[in-house]
Every structure is written in C-alpha cells, then in structure tokens.
C-alpha cells in the first residue's frame, strides 16, 4: 500500500538557518504529494502541493520539488523565522479512482530558537 | 467563513461512556473525514464519507460509528469508550473535484477517556 516516510524530529534550528524536512514516498502511478502545517493548537492547514513529476509547489517561503525518479518531496526553505515553529506533515493522495484520501508521514516538529 | 468547525473542543470522559463529535462545514464540500492524531502516529484515518447518506471505514475504524446525515455535517460516535481511544481528533472536508482536492481541517478535538 501506500506509505510516507519523512524525517524524524524534533529539529531544533536557530533564525534565519537553513530548513529540509526530507520525505519520501512509496505509491503507484503519480501520485499528488502535499506538505502540510501544524501551529500548536491548531488543525492541519496546507503549505504547499505539486501534482505532477518535477512541479515545484512553493507558499511562504517554503518549496518543495516532486521528485519522481527519487519519489521524494523535501521541504526546504532558505531562512527559518520563529513563527515556523510547527509539526509538518508531508502526505500523498493517490493518483488512481476516486479513492481522495491522504495517507501521512507522522510529522515532523520544528522548533526555531531566536 | 468558518470552514470547518468541530465542537467540542475538549471533553473527559469515563471508560464506559458515550459521545458524539461533530463536525460541520459550510464550503458545500462533498467530502468528509475523521482522523486520529496519536504522538509519533500523525494522523490514522478513522472513517470517511464520499457524499450525503454515505459513509466507508478507513484504516483504524474499529470503536467508532459514523453518520453524514446532511451534506455539511459528519458525525463520529463513541459508544463505549476506552482508554485507547484517548486522541485528538480532527475532522476535515474537501471537494469531489481532483484538481481541487485540498483537505480542510477543523481546530480538533481533544479527548481523554479515563
């Protein structure tokens, strides 16, 4: 079956450092991947899609490119600021029916010191 | 706009109890979900509903009852509960329309059962 696999946390950064939140996936076809984000307290709000082999899905500073012939979807973004303290998920939806369910990663917590 | 909104947001309960969660959503999607959020687990979906009158189980069902009564709200049952079932769970919705297929989470509820 489907499956996510992304890297686990706690990742601890200080401002403006570097992020990747690696992800990679098992699914058949061509799935749509998404990131999602987590604010403590909060529900899951999406952060960035792509849909198809080699589009790059970018929101907020974050990208993340649809690597088929790795089936990854690392989430990078160049300068961490403290209000992306978050638990980010990255997640597939299956690319075959109308089966629209999202099968998640477990998540991965950011935390970004000042 | 509300979105998706789940009430209650907190709620104890004794092993034994019953309880309903509900959700509503006012974006006349025609999806609906209820997912589990357990620590180091991300999110299991617990059941889903592709339309009004419909439901089908997702990957840990076991416990719980559902029913999608009226297009914008998707009820989940507990009837007897059981510490196991102690989570957060969240609702969410989306449309039928694969280009548009974004989930839409609720603020999620959190439950304890003792």
């Known amino acids: 079956g489907d499956s996510v696999t992304q890297m686990e946390g706690p990742v601890t950064l200080s401002e403006e450092a570097f992020l990747t939140i690696n992800c990679t996936y098992t699914?058949?076809?061509?799935?749509?991947l998404f990131w999602y984000v987590q604010y403590p307290g909060e529900g899951l709000q999406l952060l960035l899609k792509?849909?198809?082999?080699?589009d790059k899905g970018s929101n907020k500073g974050f990208e993340a490119t649809y690597r088929k012939e790795t089936t990854s979807f690392h989430l990078e973004k160049g300068s961490v600021q403290v209000s992306d303290s978050a638990v980010y998920f990255c997640?597939?939806?299956?690319?075959?029916?109308?089966?629209?369910?999202?099968?998640f990663g477990k998540g991965t917590l950011l935390t970004v010191n000042p | 706009n509300a979105g998706v909104t789940q009430t209650p947001k907190f709620r104890v309960l004794k092993t034994g109890q019953s309880m309903t969660l509900l959700c509503a959503q006012d974006m006349n999607h025609e999806y609906m979900y209820w997912y589990r959020q357990d620590p180091g687990m991300g999110l299991r979906l617990i059941h889903y509903s592709v339309g009004e009158g419909t439901t089908a189980k997702g990957e840990v069902p076991d416990g719980y009852n559902v029913s999608r009564l009226k297009k914008q709200n998707f009820l989940l049952g507990l009837e007897s509960a059981a510490p196991s079932q102690t989570s957060v769970y969240f609702c969410?919705?989306?449309?039928?329309?694969?280009?548009?297929?974004?989930?839409?989470f609720g603020a999620g509820t959190r439950l304890s059962v003792l």
């Open positions: 792509a849909t198809k082999a080699d």
């Open positions: 997640a597939l939806s299956p690319s075959g029916g109308s089966n629209y369910k999202l099968t």
């Open positions: 969410a919705s989306s449309y039928e329309d694969r280009a548009k297929n974004i989930q839409y």
């Open positions: 699914a058949t076809g061509y799935p749509s």
